[in-house]
């Protein structure tokens, strides 16, 4: 048996299409706070998300909003401009899917 390693990449926000499986890879948060010289400052976090519906399908887009749908049926709008999104392989992801469903329907 021959099996191939497969990676989750990057997508830039224009290859995100309708159908396709992605995840988030990171999360940018913005946090202001009162500065000691006075004022209001702002800091930037990346963060690892804790998200555990993943992959996630793309139901929708609209640049910079993503319409995503989990394998448990509940939707999500995700903003490019606060997550990175990874492609995720067609394979990996409808076996997720496929899996999270038959387990759901199983709970019925």
Known sequence: MTSAIETVRTIAPED??????VAILHERKTYHYQACEGGIATAHKTEVPSYP???VKVADVCLPYVYVETAAGKTDILDVRVHTLGAVSARFGAAIHDRERRLAKRKD
């Open 16 to 21: 995100i299409a309708v159908g396709r499986y």
């Open 53 to 55: 519906d993943f992959p």
